[in-house]
């Protein structure tokens, strides 16, 4: 995962003069901007680490060769001098014959990061052949490694099965998963289990996705939609359909009978069906799947 490569490249301090850090969502540079700046001593951080942003307004007011003259400055301290040039695909092509010059002599005490969006242009291929490329882009399936590996930079270790759920009830959104492991910090422990989160996410409350598919099975209108009512106080749409869906998989790893196990597959297909519509359509198309599992002929 790439994202791990730019972890190790972090833990060894980036020992390279230029990196290229590639994303789809700004988050990710976000994210990296922040990792870098744990390199660099507080006392120095005003002094060491310094950031462009070549869609800033301000960056108009700056010539790109003032970018290369504090490349080219020796750091204070006795560290290295950090410089981030953000949104680097809007580097004008002259510019990048400047950055291409730099690159064949660069800083040994620099170090240049650039954030680059979008997919690598054909003069940006050229100019930045000696830099290292870290694409940060991450699959979904791969969210849940990338859930274990942020939650152990903040000192905590969280099981395959907590890192799961918390993708199923939050959903791929990183900014979003990024709060929630934020939160996990304030339990108080190191270890975190499924139970943790769903303490967190659910508020303590009576009520939890497990009661909701129980009442579902128990075909009782009336307790399905009394919990609903409690859930949908704290929950978005989306989060819930994430915790029913967390809840019937752990089902369906279950020995079941034939019977059953149909009978969750008919329950993935409404899941299924009603997940674009959940997206777009706020908690209308999560009370319409209610309605459509109820109907469904429970397995016993």
């Not at 301290?77 to 002599?105: C, D, H, P, W």
Request: no cysteine; hydrophobic share 40%; proline share 3%.
């Amino acid at each position: 995962m790439s994202y791990k490569n730019l972890i190790d490249e972090i833990k060894k301090g980036l020992p390279l003069h230029s990196y290229l850090l590639n994303a789809s969502d700004r988050f990710l540079h976000a994210e990296a901007v922040s990792l870098i700046k744990g390199l660099i001593p507080s006392a120095e951080l005003d002094f060491n680490f310094q950031s462009f942003d070549m869609l800033s307004s301000e960056q108009e007011k700056t010539a790109f060769d003032q970018i290369l003259d504090v490349l080219n400055t020796a750091p204070f301290f006795t560290g290295r001098k950090y410089v981030v040039i953000e949104n680097s695909q809007k580097i004008a092509k002259k510019e990048l014959k400047k950055l291409e010059n730099y690159l064949q002599s660069p800083s040994g005490s620099s170090v240049l990061l650039l954030l680059y969006e979008g997919s690598l242009k054909k003069d940006a291929k050229e100019s930045l052949r000696g830099v290292k490329q870290i694409n940060l882009d991450i699959r979904e399936g791969d969210i849940p490694s990338w859930i274990v590996e942020k939650a152990k930079l903040k000192g905590l270790k969280l099981t395959g099965d907590a890192a799961e759920y918390l993708l199923a009830v939050i959903g791929p959104d990183l900014g979003m998963l990024s709060t929630e492991i934020e939160k996990l910090t304030l339990v108080g422990k190191q270890q975190i289990e499924k139970g943790d989160i769903a303490e967190i996410i659910e508020g303590k409350r009576i009520f939890g996705a497990f009661d909701l598919i129980n009442a579902i099975r128990d075909r009782d209108k009336d307790k399905v939609f009394r919990i609903y009512s409690i859930l949908r106080e704290t929950e978005e749409p989306y989060g819930l359909l994430g915790a029913l869906n967390w809840q019937y998989a752990q089902k369906l790893g279950e020995k079941n009978s034939p019977k059953e196990r149909n009978y969750l597959y008919e329950v993935f297909h409404l899941l299924n069906s009603a997940d674009l519509g959940i997206k777009t359509g706020g908690f209308y198309p999560f009370e319409l799947l209610l309605v459509k599992l109820l109907k469904l002929s429970p397995a016993r």
